[in-house]
């Protein structure tokens, strides 16, 4: 009985040693993939910031108005207002 237990165990860690191995090997290949995908594409989205409410977004979701950019239209209406909510 106790051999028995000692080969089931054995098994167990080779089992996990094998899992994570595997595992660790998939992270780092995906991890390689991500950067090769984030070289391929340049970083060219510039983040504004929403003067009425000060949150950060990238400038394809912003509402631009000259130099001015807002999160969405009430906000770029309360911008309009004049900062009367301020
Ligand atoms: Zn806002």
């Given at each position: 009985?106790?051999?028995?237990?000692?080969?089931?165990?054995?098994?167990?860690?080779?089992?996990l040693?094998?899992?994570?191995?595997?595992?660790?090997?998939?992270?780092?290949?995906?991890?390689a993939?991500a950067?090769?995908?984030?070289?391929?594409?340049?970083?060219?989205?510039?983040?504004?910031?929403?003067?009425?409410?000060?949150?950060f977004?990238?400038?394809?979701d912003?509402?631009?108005e000259?130099?001015?950019?807002?999160?969405?239209?009430?906000?770029?209406e309360?911008?309009?207002?004049?900062?009367a909510?301020?």
């Amino acid at each position: 009985m106790g051999k028995l237990l000692f080969w089931v165990a054995l098994i167990a860690l080779v089992y996990l040693a094998y899992r994570l191995f595997v595992i660790s090997q998939r992270r780092r290949e995906a991890a390689a993939r991500a950067a090769r995908h984030a070289g391929a594409q340049p970083p060219e989205e510039r983040m504004v910031r929403c003067a009425h409410c000060g949150v950060f977004l990238p400038s394809s979701d912003a509402l631009i108005e000259g130099d001015r950019a807002w999160c969405d239209r009430a906000h770029r209406e309360a911008g309009r207002a004049g900062h009367a909510g301020e």
